[in-house]
Protein backbone atom coordinates (compact mmCIF):
# COMPACT_ATOMS: atom_id res chain seq x y z
CA UNK A 1 0.00 0.00 0.00
CA UNK A 2 2.09 3.50 -0.73
CA UNK A 3 2.11 5.91 1.91
CA UNK A 4 -0.58 8.36 2.59
CA UNK A 5 -0.07 12.01 0.49
CA UNK A 6 0.35 15.12 1.71
CA UNK A 7 -2.43 17.12 2.93
CA UNK A 8 -1.58 21.01 2.13
CA UNK A 9 2.18 20.39 2.18
CA UNK A 10 1.44 18.58 5.40
CA UNK A 11 2.49 15.21 6.39
CA UNK A 12 -1.08 12.75 7.55
CA UNK A 13 -1.83 12.45 11.72
CA UNK A 14 0.06 9.80 12.86
CA UNK A 15 1.10 9.19 16.75
CA UNK A 16 4.12 9.94 17.77
CA UNK A 17 6.35 7.65 20.52
CA UNK A 18 9.11 6.36 21.52
CA UNK A 19 7.15 3.22 23.21
CA UNK A 20 6.21 0.80 20.96
CA UNK A 21 5.31 0.02 17.39
CA UNK A 22 3.96 -2.82 15.80
CA UNK A 23 3.31 -4.24 12.07
CA UNK A 24 1.58 -7.50 10.33
CA UNK A 25 4.78 -9.22 11.40
CA UNK A 26 5.50 -8.19 14.76
CA UNK A 27 5.55 -6.28 17.70
CA UNK A 28 8.20 -3.75 19.15
CA UNK A 29 8.80 -2.98 22.38
CA UNK A 30 11.79 -0.07 22.87
CA UNK A 31 13.60 -1.69 20.83
CA UNK A 32 13.04 -5.05 21.56
CA UNK A 33 11.07 -7.94 19.83
CA UNK A 34 8.17 -8.63 22.16
CA UNK A 35 8.79 -11.86 21.61
CA UNK A 36 12.47 -11.95 22.67
CA UNK A 37 11.11 -10.57 25.80
CA UNK A 38 8.48 -13.38 26.51
CA UNK A 39 9.88 -16.02 28.49
CA UNK A 40 13.19 -13.97 29.32
CA UNK A 41 12.65 -10.99 31.39
CA UNK A 42 10.22 -10.91 34.40
CA UNK A 43 7.08 -8.71 34.16
CA UNK A 44 8.56 -6.40 36.55
CA UNK A 45 11.61 -6.15 34.12
CA UNK A 46 8.85 -5.30 31.65
CA UNK A 47 7.16 -2.93 33.34
CA UNK A 48 10.40 -1.13 34.18
CA UNK A 49 11.77 -1.14 30.10
CA UNK A 50 7.91 0.30 28.98
CA UNK A 51 8.17 2.89 31.61
CA UNK A 52 11.70 3.70 31.18
CA UNK A 53 12.99 2.68 28.14
CA UNK A 54 15.92 0.54 28.87
CA UNK A 55 15.85 -3.01 30.94
CA UNK A 56 17.18 -2.68 34.44
CA UNK A 57 20.15 -3.39 35.75
CA UNK A 58 19.40 -6.69 38.12
CA UNK A 59 19.00 -4.99 41.40
CA UNK A 60 16.41 -2.83 40.04
CA UNK A 61 14.81 -5.51 38.43
CA UNK A 62 14.94 -7.16 41.92
CA UNK A 63 13.48 -4.52 43.63
CA UNK A 64 10.48 -3.37 41.68
CA UNK A 65 9.75 -6.72 41.74
CA UNK A 66 9.50 -6.36 45.90
CA UNK A 67 7.66 -3.60 45.51
CA UNK A 68 5.02 -4.42 43.38
CA UNK A 69 4.38 -7.86 45.42
CA UNK A 70 4.51 -5.13 49.12
CA UNK A 71 1.72 -2.95 48.13
CA UNK A 72 0.21 -5.79 45.79
CA UNK A 73 -2.68 -6.27 48.99
CA UNK A 74 -3.62 -4.25 51.84
CA UNK A 75 -6.96 -5.77 52.95
CA UNK A 76 -9.45 -3.26 52.84
CA UNK A 77 -8.32 0.01 52.31
CA UNK A 78 -10.69 3.13 50.27
CA UNK A 79 -9.37 1.46 47.08
CA UNK A 80 -10.60 -1.74 47.47
CA UNK A 81 -13.78 -1.01 49.56
CA UNK A 82 -14.85 1.45 46.69
CA UNK A 83 -14.39 -1.08 44.11
CA UNK A 84 -16.72 -3.15 45.87
CA UNK A 85 -19.04 -0.64 46.28
CA UNK A 86 -19.17 -0.10 42.33
CA UNK A 87 -19.00 -3.69 42.06
CA UNK A 88 -22.33 -4.08 43.91
CA UNK A 89 -24.40 -1.56 41.01
CA UNK A 90 -23.68 -4.60 38.90
CA UNK A 91 -21.10 -3.51 36.59
CA UNK A 92 -18.03 -5.25 34.71
CA UNK A 93 -14.96 -6.29 35.99
CA UNK A 94 -12.88 -3.39 34.86
CA UNK A 95 -15.56 -1.08 35.91
CA UNK A 96 -15.43 -2.01 39.42
CA UNK A 97 -11.49 -1.73 38.92
CA UNK A 98 -11.52 2.04 37.45
CA UNK A 99 -13.50 3.13 40.84
CA UNK A 100 -11.11 1.65 42.90
CA UNK A 101 -8.38 3.34 41.38
CA UNK A 102 -10.40 6.56 41.20
CA UNK A 103 -9.92 5.77 45.16
CA UNK A 104 -6.20 6.09 45.45
CA UNK A 105 -5.40 9.66 46.24
CA UNK A 106 -3.79 12.38 48.69
CA UNK A 107 -4.50 9.88 51.45
CA UNK A 108 -4.53 6.49 50.24
CA UNK A 109 -1.46 5.12 47.72
CA UNK A 110 0.90 8.47 47.96
CA UNK A 111 4.18 7.15 47.24
CA UNK A 112 4.52 10.40 44.60
CA UNK A 113 3.85 12.79 47.43
CA UNK A 114 6.55 11.58 50.01
CA UNK A 115 8.91 11.03 47.09
CA UNK A 116 8.38 14.47 46.19
CA UNK A 117 8.90 15.88 49.72
CA UNK A 118 12.57 13.40 49.63
CA UNK A 119 13.06 15.56 47.00
CA UNK A 120 12.54 18.55 48.15
CA UNK A 121 14.58 18.06 50.91
CA UNK A 122 17.70 16.86 49.26
CA UNK A 123 17.31 20.12 46.99
CA UNK A 124 17.17 22.23 49.93
CA UNK A 125 20.31 20.18 51.78
CA UNK A 126 22.33 21.07 48.30
CA UNK A 127 20.87 24.51 48.04
CA UNK A 128 21.22 25.61 51.69
CA UNK A 129 24.61 23.48 51.70
CA UNK A 130 23.27 21.54 55.11
CA UNK A 131 24.32 18.09 56.02
CA UNK A 132 21.36 15.40 55.96
CA UNK A 133 20.87 15.86 59.64
CA UNK A 134 20.58 19.49 59.56
CA UNK A 135 17.99 19.22 56.43
CA UNK A 136 16.02 16.82 57.48
CA UNK A 137 15.22 18.80 61.34
CA UNK A 138 14.30 21.88 58.86
CA UNK A 139 11.95 19.76 57.08
CA UNK A 140 10.58 18.18 59.87
CA UNK A 141 10.61 21.00 62.18
CA UNK A 142 8.93 23.37 59.67
CA UNK A 143 6.05 20.77 58.90
CA UNK A 144 5.74 20.89 62.60
CA UNK A 145 5.14 24.20 63.16
CA UNK A 146 3.21 24.34 60.31
CA UNK A 147 0.78 22.10 61.53
CA UNK A 148 1.25 19.75 58.36
CA UNK A 149 1.51 16.53 57.98
CA UNK A 150 4.68 14.79 56.12
CA UNK A 151 3.61 12.38 53.22
CA UNK A 152 5.23 8.65 53.98
CA UNK A 153 5.18 8.88 57.44
CA UNK A 154 2.44 7.91 60.03
CA UNK A 155 -0.13 5.21 58.95
CA UNK A 156 -3.73 5.19 60.55
CA UNK A 157 -3.77 1.24 61.02
CA UNK A 158 -0.21 0.73 61.83
CA UNK A 159 1.39 2.10 64.55
CA UNK A 160 4.42 0.96 62.80
CA UNK A 161 4.04 -0.05 58.81
CA UNK A 162 5.09 -3.83 59.12
CA UNK A 163 5.77 -3.09 55.15
CA UNK A 164 8.84 -0.56 55.53
CA UNK A 165 11.34 -2.42 57.45
CA UNK A 166 11.53 -5.08 54.71
CA UNK A 167 11.65 -2.77 51.82
CA UNK A 168 14.46 -0.80 53.15
CA UNK A 169 16.30 -3.63 54.00
CA UNK A 170 15.95 -5.23 50.68
CA UNK A 171 16.94 -1.85 49.29
CA UNK A 172 20.16 -1.64 51.27
CA UNK A 173 20.68 -5.76 50.48
CA UNK A 174 20.52 -4.78 46.78
CA UNK A 175 22.85 -1.66 46.77
CA UNK A 176 19.76 0.96 46.35
CA UNK A 177 19.68 2.45 49.22
CA UNK A 178 21.33 5.99 48.53
CA UNK A 179 20.79 9.99 49.63
CA UNK A 180 16.42 9.51 49.33
CA UNK A 181 16.78 6.24 51.93
CA UNK A 182 18.87 8.29 54.09
CA UNK A 183 16.84 11.30 53.87
CA UNK A 184 13.45 9.68 54.67
CA UNK A 185 15.78 7.66 57.19
CA UNK A 186 17.11 11.22 58.80
CA UNK A 187 13.38 12.93 58.93
CA UNK A 188 12.13 10.04 60.59
CA UNK A 189 14.75 10.29 62.98
CA UNK A 190 13.89 14.21 63.04
CA UNK A 191 10.58 13.80 64.30
CA UNK A 192 11.02 12.59 67.66
CA UNK A 193 12.01 16.13 68.52
CA UNK A 194 9.31 18.49 67.36
CA UNK A 195 6.85 15.52 67.90
CA UNK A 196 7.95 14.08 71.09
CA UNK A 197 7.60 10.56 69.41
CA UNK A 198 8.81 9.27 66.54
CA UNK A 199 6.61 9.25 63.51
CA UNK A 200 7.60 6.27 61.22
CA UNK A 201 8.11 5.87 57.72
CA UNK A 202 5.41 3.93 55.91
CA UNK A 203 5.76 1.70 53.22
CA UNK A 204 4.47 4.57 50.37
CA UNK A 205 6.93 6.16 51.95
CA UNK A 206 9.47 3.57 51.62
CA UNK A 207 8.56 2.80 47.87
CA UNK A 208 9.26 6.64 47.24
CA UNK A 209 12.23 7.45 48.22
CA UNK A 210 13.83 3.78 46.82
CA UNK A 211 12.19 4.43 43.58
CA UNK A 212 13.89 8.03 43.51
CA UNK A 213 17.57 6.33 44.37
CA UNK A 214 16.45 4.32 41.59
CA UNK A 215 16.43 7.08 39.29
CA UNK A 216 12.11 7.31 38.78
CA UNK A 217 10.63 10.98 38.19
CA UNK A 218 8.22 11.53 41.41
CA UNK A 219 5.05 11.35 39.17
CA UNK A 220 6.22 7.68 37.28
CA UNK A 221 6.63 6.88 41.00
CA UNK A 222 2.48 7.40 41.42
CA UNK A 223 2.79 4.36 38.29
CA UNK A 224 4.03 1.75 40.46
CA UNK A 225 2.20 2.03 43.06
CA UNK A 226 -1.28 2.10 40.58
CA UNK A 227 -0.14 -1.42 39.13
CA UNK A 228 0.67 -3.18 42.23
CA UNK A 229 -2.35 -2.30 43.69
CA UNK A 230 -4.55 -3.48 40.56
CA UNK A 231 -4.09 -6.82 41.53
CA UNK A 232 -5.82 -5.95 45.02
CA UNK A 233 -8.51 -4.34 42.86
CA UNK A 234 -9.23 -7.10 40.20
CA UNK A 235 -9.52 -9.46 43.45
CA UNK A 236 -11.52 -7.41 45.56
CA UNK A 237 -13.70 -6.97 42.87
CA UNK A 238 -13.70 -10.60 41.57
CA UNK A 239 -14.93 -11.07 45.14
CA UNK A 240 -17.60 -9.25 45.38
CA UNK A 241 -19.99 -10.04 42.04
CA UNK A 242 -19.40 -13.30 43.33
CA UNK A 243 -19.21 -14.08 46.15
CA UNK A 244 -21.74 -11.32 47.79
CA UNK A 245 -25.04 -9.61 46.55
CA UNK A 246 -25.74 -6.97 44.74
CA UNK A 247 -26.34 -3.56 46.18
CA UNK A 248 -24.89 -3.80 49.61
CA UNK A 249 -28.64 -3.85 50.94
CA UNK A 250 -29.80 -7.32 51.22
CA UNK A 251 -31.65 -7.63 54.58
CA UNK A 252 -30.96 -11.59 54.02
CA UNK A 253 -27.19 -11.38 54.70
CA UNK A 254 -25.59 -12.43 58.10
CA UNK A 255 -24.21 -9.27 58.68
CA UNK A 256 -25.98 -5.67 58.57
CA UNK A 257 -25.05 -4.33 54.99
CA UNK A 258 -23.83 -0.93 54.50
CA UNK A 259 -26.97 0.18 52.45
CA UNK A 260 -29.38 -1.40 54.77
CA UNK A 261 -32.63 0.61 55.40
CA UNK A 262 -31.96 0.06 58.90
CA UNK A 263 -29.00 1.97 58.45
CA UNK A 264 -30.44 5.08 57.00
CA UNK A 265 -33.31 5.52 59.81
CA UNK A 266 -34.94 9.45 59.83
CA UNK A 267 -33.28 9.86 63.33
CA UNK A 268 -29.24 9.51 61.40
CA UNK A 269 -30.46 12.46 59.40
CA UNK A 270 -29.95 15.88 60.07
CA UNK A 271 -31.17 18.26 57.29
CA UNK A 272 -34.06 20.05 57.21
CA UNK A 273 -37.26 18.31 58.77
CA UNK A 274 -40.19 17.49 56.31
CA UNK A 275 -41.84 19.97 54.98
CA UNK A 276 -44.78 20.63 52.40
CA UNK A 277 -43.99 22.17 48.90
CA UNK A 278 -44.91 25.67 48.78
CA UNK A 279 -48.23 26.00 47.07
CA UNK A 280 -47.51 28.35 44.46
CA UNK A 281 -44.92 25.85 43.36
CA UNK A 282 -47.37 22.68 43.49
CA UNK A 283 -49.25 21.00 40.79
CA UNK A 284 -50.94 23.02 38.26
CA UNK A 285 -49.93 25.89 40.43
Request: net charge neutral; hydrophobic share 40%.
Amino acid sequence: MPPASPVDGREPFHWRTSIAYKTREKIVVRGYDLNELVGNISFAEMAYLVWRGELPPPAHGRMLDALLVSMAEHAFSPSSAACRFVASGGVPLHVGVAGGMLAIGTYHGTADRPAGLFKQAVERMDREHLDITEAARRVAGDARRAGQRLPGFHHPQHIQDPRTARLLALSDRYGISGTYVAMARAIEAATEEFWGRRIFLNGPGAVGAICLDMGFDVELIKGVFLLSRTVSLVAHTYEEQHREKGWRASVNASTVQPLDLSLQRPEFYDGPPDRALPRDRGAGA
